[in-house]
């Protein structure tokens, strides 16, 4: 089975060169969940997690507390620093990116060794990235009393389905598909014009940092 739990240690941030124009300092944030057939309702796989995000600069990604593992995950950005901390122990690591190109990119998808041009689905652009690759829409379709539209399209042999609702036009569910791998990221909530809230981006004060590099 593919690793699908994202934790504070193991949620894969890249950083890679973008040809992107400059965005508006707008906030994007979203709760969202893992479903998958081997995630257990109750379990700590099955609990949302939350995302902050200010162009490719700015992000802040939050897990609840996992009890058994001890583990209460938080990812500051605030390129080129990025701080991975762990709240159970109120402690934490700082790590400079010394790359030229430090635009901070979080992909929908965390899978291992999907190809690049997968991993530019990215959360807060994903309406983006489904237009780009010429998605077919594929109907209606309801789900948990929601009505969206669905669109398809398929990079590297991996299918990539996008549920829109109909409402705001917003995304309500990114699955992908191929052989063992089928999930899918739905969104609890989904806000993309915040007014941003740069206090988010900071280390709380009580945290011990170490410097990693």
């Known amino acids: ?32 969940r893992l479903i998958h057939p081997e995630i257990k309702e109750g379990s700590f796989a099955a609990t949302s997690k ?17 009890p058994v593992e001890k583990i209460h995950g938080l990812i500051i950005s605030n390129a080129p620093d990025t701080y991975i901390i762990n709240k159970y122990t109120n402690s934490g690591q700082h790590i400079v990116d010394r790359a030229e190109n430090t635009d901070v990119h979080v992909s ?43 669109y398809q399209t398929t990079i590297k042999d991996f299918q990539l389905t996008l549920l829109k609702r109909k409402d705001n ?7 992908i598909k191929k052989g063992k791998i089928d999930y899918s990221v739905r969104y609890i909530k989904y806000e993309s014009d915040i007014s941003p809230d740069f206090s988010l981006f900071e280390v709380p004060q009580d945290i011990k940092i170490l410097e990693a590099n």
């Open 169 to 175: 036009g917003n995304p309500l569910q990114v699955g």
């Open 108 to 150: 929908v998808f965390q899978i291992q060794d999907l190809p690049e041009e997968i991993q530019e689905l990215e959360m807060g652009h994903e309406n983006a990235f489904f237009t780009r690759n010429n998605a077919s829409s594929m109907g209606s379709k309801i789900i948990e009393g929601i009505e969206c539209d669905m």
């Open 1 to 32: 089975m593919y690793k699908i739990r994202i934790t504070f240690i193991t949620f894969l941030i890249s950083f890679f060169a973008a040809n992107v124009m400059a965005e508006e300092p707008k906030m994007f944030f979203a709760e969202y």
């Open 50 to 66: 939350k995302i902050w995000r200010i162009g490719f600069r700015y992000l802040r990604l939050e897990e609840k507390p996992d």
